[in-house]
T-cell receptor, first 117, second 112 residues
Framework: AQTVTQSQPEMSVQEAETVTLSCTYD???????LFWYKQPPSRQMILVIR??????QNATENRFSVNFQKAAKSFSLKISDSQLGDAAMYFC??????????????FGQGTRLTINP | EAQVTQNPRYLITVTGKKLTVTCSQN?????MSWYRQDPGLGLRQIYY???????DKGDVPEGYKVSRKEKRNFPLILESPSPNQTSLYFC???????????FGPGTRLTVT
């Protein structure tokens, strides 16, 4: 079974600085999806960024980018120019491409990010 | 607007009193899931459905039931809630081949 680990329960960063959230995962599959979700105080789950494992290029969405290291099974999220609105819980998640595994996301424990003004 | 809706958003109940949390999606998605979120554990899948009348257990199914009589609806049933089911619950849906899951707004359940 796949597992996802976020080893940083909490992180903090100064506004306008850059922060990196770590995520590692374990799988025997060669093709899969990885995601970062943001959960603000409203509790809504918001997709931040996705990465397809067969794509070498790291995904980027505006100030958010990932460092995907497939061999190391690492998937970190970098937030540049941090803003107060980035304060939230961030979850790393894995989804299989196989039919039997594609029906669920496997989540990490979450990292609570605080932005200091 | 494409969305997943859940009701109620907040619920406080007592041990043993049956309850149902409704979930509905308007995107014609085949896949639907229920997750629970607990501090330090992230989200864990309770049950999922791959289509109408097709449901199966996720990672933490004990104490829960589901049904999928219509494609758009996927209610979560707690027939005899216990305090360890106090949690934040999310319904999610996706296409069979798509990569993104769409989440509902969450239901905060407290069982006393």
């Amino acid at each position: 079974a796949q597992t996802v680990t976020q080893s940083q329960p909490e992180m903090s960063v100064q506004e306008a600085e850059t922060v990196t959230l770590s995520c590692t995962y374990d799988t025997s599959e060669s093709d899969y999806y990885l995601f970062w979700y943001k959960q603000p105080p409203s509790r809504q789950m918001i997709l931040v960024i996705r990465q397809e494992a067969y794509k070498q290029q790291n995904a980027t969405e505006n100030r958010f980018s990932v460092n995907f290291q497939k061999a190391a099974k690492s998937f970190s999220l970098k937030i540049s120019d941090s803003q107060l609105g980035d304060a939230a819980m961030y979850f790393c998640a894995y989804r299989s491409t196989w039919i039997q595994g594609a029906q669920k996301l496997v989540f990490g424990q979450g990292t609570r990010l605080t932005i200091n003004p | 607007e494409a969305q997943v809706t859940q009701n109620p958003r907040y619920l406080i109940t007592v041990t043993g009193k049956k309850l149902t949390v409704t979930c509905s999606q308007n995107m014609n998605h085949e896949y639907m899931s229920w997750y629970r979120q607990d501090p330090g554990l992230g989200l864990r899948q309770i049950y999922y459905s791959m289509n109408v009348e097709v449901t199966d257990k996720g990672d933490v199914p004990e104490g829960y039931k589901v049904s999928r009589k219509e494609k758009r609806n996927f209610p979560l049933i707690l027939e005899s809630p216990s305090p360890n089911q106090t949690s934040l619950y999310f319904c999610a849906s996706s296409t069979r081949t798509g990569d993104e899951q769409y989440f509902g707004p969450g239901t905060r359940l407290t069982v006393t």
